[in-house]
């Protein structure tokens, strides 16, 4: 299982839009992160800015969003729809498509149980719960 540090990850966000900005090569896994970073302009300029913001702290009581942790979790969400892992994610999505005709707010909406799911799995200290994730997005 691939687990980067903050510093990996973060990096592999940065290297990725440097290279996209000087039309280098992008790898297939980049390919998707630049994705994910096109459908986010608002996160743009932090990716410009590697010195200011690759040690930044996302703190909850600071409000706001964690711009890589948010991307990190669309990249997830785009693994677990390719693999239908766990089974059932990909009927979900294409329900929640259906329904509201925005892939990127779908992914919004599956992100946001997705995050419920890894919450209550880490205040527990169990593993994540699926049958937690679909219930909230059977919702």
Not at 59 to 75: K, Q
Not at 95 to 104: A, D, F, Y
């Amino acid at each position: 299982m691939f687990n980067p540090s903050r510093y990996q990850a973060r990096q592999f966000f940065f290297s990725t839009w440097y290279k996209y900005n000087h039309q280098e090569v992008l790898s297939d896994m980049e390919k998707i992160a630049l994705g994910v970073i096109l459908l986010h302009p608002e996160y743009q300029s932090i990716l410009d800015d590697t010195e200011r913001y690759h040690d930044k702290d996302y703190l909850p009581e600071m409000g706001g969003t964690n711009p890589f942790l948010h991307m990190s979790m669309h990249i997830a969400i785009k693994e677990q729809l390719s693999i239908d892992q766990p089974v059932g994610i990909r009927d979900r999505f294409d329900r929640l498509l259906k329904k509201n005709g925005n892939e990127h707010e779908t992914t919004h909406k599956i992100m946001e149980c997705l995050a419920e799911m890894l919450w209550q799995a880490q205040r527990s200290q169990t593993t994540p719960d699926a049958s937690i994730y679909f219930e909230c997005l059977d919702k």
